[in-house]
């Protein structure tokens, strides 16, 4: 098992950017597929991107591409989200989730999840 605790979020302006890091407890951090998500008020939660246990591979949501960036420090059981280019249809709250095996996709295949961090793009 494995507990998740994202931060990082706030108020940024359209345009600008913000790092998310979500840590993981426990020693098998690395045995997890990782991915993150956003849910919109009044929306279904949205896949967003994912790496695999090494950070090998890489996933992303076409809504994104090319404007976030995943990347996962195992040594420090840390997945970050690198947000450039925020559009104020980002705001959200932002969630990190784990699974055991790779590819990421649907949210209800992620097994654990964190509380989330809201994101919060002015115009």
């Known amino acids: 098992q494995v507990q998740l605790v994202e931060s990082g979020g706030g108020l940024v302006q359209a345009g600008g950017s913000l790092k998310l890091s979500c840590a993981a407890s426990?020693?098998?951090?690395?045995?997890?597929?990782m991915g993150w998500f956003r849910q919109a008020p009044g929306k279904e939660r949205e896949f967003l991107a994912g790496?695999?246990?090494?950070?090998?591979?890489?996933l992303y949501a076409d809504s994104v591409k090319g404007r976030f960036t995943i990347s996962k420090v195992n040594a420090k059981a840390t997945v970050y989200l690198q947000m450039n280019s925020l559009k104020p249809e980002d705001t959200a709250i932002y969630y990190c989730?784990?699974?055991?095996?790779?590819?990421?996709?649907?949210?209800?295949?992620?097994?654990?999840w964190g509380k989330g961090t809201l994101v919060t793009v002015s115009e």
């Open positions: 790496i695999d246990w090494t950070g090998d591979r890489t």
């Open positions: 426990g020693r098998t951090f690395w045995r997890y597929v």
């Open positions: 989730a784990a699974r055991a095996d790779w590819p990421v996709g649907e949210w209800y295949g992620m097994d654990y």
